[in-house]
């Protein structure tokens, strides 16, 4: 008898202590309350497929996460977790480690002069010559460090848009991916889309108050970009010329899942990668703050987290979705983009250890080629 009233006695204490930490042990996160729109899933123009199911996997040994795609004399260059810039040649199939930024790069796209700038998550904004010297061009604004770049344009003037996904959640905080998780779990609107002038080293706040800014990509004449905003599921297009300038507009909103990267491909389509679907906990749980530091209170394999799916899709730069790619299985997954040449459709990935292509023969879209 006495046996039986110490284990209640125990059981009672360390439920209460497991609510006392359930209920008050501090967490990173101070959520915003909002109402998260309601997921009509891969309905309508995202109606569930596989075309993804015939992707071609190029190895990348020893590499985690080929995050962003861009190309340059016929090689198409890869930005990775480890830090490496790798080079993929599309005529002869070889792929080298080319340059090491010592961060974690994410976006990386070319300038005029073949420079690759490279928004590095840990360094800032950087530029990699052709003979791959690294410079930084910039790691602050207004005074204030830049905690995370993440994706990363040019303009055909030489100036360069970026975005900063999260103010507050450092990437260096646990990495890219606990960082992300974190700044949409709290969605305090932290994320801000800068510029970079090269002409006087200056950089200036385009777009603030975003839950987590992500992709950026310019049209083909550098009139407008548009942005993606993960933690909303929506796009935004902001104006850089002609009488809209300053301003933006969402094209498209209620996604099915978390936009990523954003890159401009032929005939005015531009490429999104949905790295995971919507999660059923963050959306219902989006108007009860105090129930979102519970969860975060949660051992880290109970959290919410990317689901693997493979999808991107494009669209026209007034929101109108031309093309869904999918794979249920999601043998490649965590999708971050797209990166479109004549006869390829190459696809990057968060967590994924390879590359992936799609010849352009499975892709069936109105309009014809640059």
Do not use: C
């Not at 006695?9 to 309601?38: E, G, H, N, R």
């Not at 797209?338 to 390829?344: I, V």
């Amino acid at each position: 008898m006495k046996l039986k009233n110490l284990i209640k006695k125990t059981s009672i204490f360390f439920l209460l202590l497991l609510s006392l930490y359930m209920l008050f042990w501090p967490v990173p996160i101070d959520p915003v309350p909002w109402q998260a729109p309601y997921d009509k899933g891969l309905t309508g123009k995202f109606k569930a497929n596989d075309s993804l199911s015939n992707l071609e996997i190029i190895m990348v040994p020893d590499l985690t996460g080929p995050e962003d795609l861009a190309l340059s004399n016929n090689e198409i260059f890869a930005s990775t977790r480890e830090g490496w810039i790798i080079k993929y040649n599309q005529q002869t199939g070889a792929l080298t480690k080319w340059v090491n930024t010592q961060g974690s790069p994410l976006g990386i796209t070319f300038d005029k002069k073949n420079n690759l700038i490279v928004a590095d998550a840990y360094l800032g904004l950087l530029k990699i010559s052709p003979n791959g010297q690294i410079s930084v061009l910039t790691k602050m604004v207004n005074g204030d460090e830049i905690r995370y770049a993440d994706d990363v344009d040019v303009t055909k003037s030489g100036k360069i848009i970026f975005s900063d996904a999260s103010t507050k959640f450092s990437a260096k905080f646990g990495g890219t991916y606990k960082a992300s998780l974190l700044d949409i779990a709290e969605h305090g609107g932290h994320g801000r889309i800068l510029v970079y002038d090269p002409s006087d080293n200056t950089t200036k706040v385009l777009m603030d108050n975003l839950n987590f800014a992500n992709g950026v990509a310019l049209d083909k004449e550098s009139n407008f970009f548009l942005t993606t905003e993960t933690g909303s599921y929506q796009i935004h297009k902001y104006w850089l010329k002609g009488d809209k300038a300053g301003s933006s507009e969402i094209i498209i909103n209620n996604l099915p899942g978390f936009p990523d990267n954003i890159v401009r491909g032929q005939n005015g389509r531009f490429w999104v990668g949905l790295v995971s679907p919507r999660s059923k906990i963050i959306d219902t749980l989006s108007n009860f703050p105090k129930l979102r530091k519970v969860v975060q209170r949660l051992p880290e394999f109970l959290r919410p987290s990317a689901t693997y799916y493979s999808h991107v899709f494009a669209l026209d730069e007034d929101g109108n979705v031309l093309i869904t790619l999918q794979d249920p299985i999601g043998k490649y997954h965590t999708n971050t983009g797209a990166l479109e040449t004549d006869q390829w459709l190459y696809i990057s990935s968060l967590q994924s250890k390879n590359l992936a292509r799609l010849s352009k023969k499975y892709l069936n879209f109105e309009g014809k080629d640059d």
